[in-house]
C-alpha cells in the first residue's frame, strides 16, 4: 500500500498549489479519502474530505472557498487545489485513506507547504 503526495512547495501568499496523491495496493474507489495538515508542536488537523464516489465533500472552515478536494477514480488520485494562500496555510499537508466500510486506513508521508507573507 502506497499513498505518495506531491506539489507541495513555497509560494507567496495569495498564490496557488495544487497537492495530488496517488495511491496504490488497495481498492483506491472504496476508500474516502482526506487531506489534514500539520505544523510542528500542533496536532494534525483535517483541512478536506471527499467521499469515496467523489460525490461528497467537506472542509475545514477557515479553508472553504479557496481549496477544492477532487479525485478521479480511474487514477487512483486526490487533489487539493488550494488558491489564495495564506501564510497560516504552512504546514505539511498528508494524504490519508479510510475504508468506508471501517477498519484499513492509510497515510501518505507528507509534503511541505510554505506560503510566505
Known amino acids: 500500500v502506497q499513498l505518495v503526495e506531491s506539489g507541495g512547495g513555497l509560494v507567496q501568499a495569495g498564490g496557488s498549489l495544487r497537492l495530488s496523491c496517488v495511491a496504490s495496493?488497495?481498492?483506491?474507489?472504496?476508500?474516502?479519502m482526506r487531506w489534514y495538515r500539520q505544523v510542528p508542536g500542533n496536532e494534525r488537523e483535517l483541512v478536506a474530505v471527499i467521499s469515496s464516489d467523489g460525490g461528497t465533500a467537506n472542509y475545514l472552515d477557515s479553508v472553504k472557498g479557496r481549496y477544492t478536494i477532487s479525485r478521479d477514480n480511474s487514477k487512483n488520485t486526490v487533489n487539493l487545489q488550494m488558491n489564495n494562500l495564506k501564510p497560516e496555510d504552512t504546514a505539511v499537508y498528508y494524504c490519508?485513506?479510510?475504508?468506508?466500510?471501517?477498519?484499513?486506513?492509510?497515510w501518505g508521508q507528507g509534503t511541505q507547504v510554505t506560503v510566505s507573507s
Open positions: 490519508h485513506a479510510r475504508r468506508t466500510t471501517g477498519g484499513a486506513s492509510y
Open positions: 495496493g488497495f481498492t483506491f474507489s472504496s476508500y474516502g
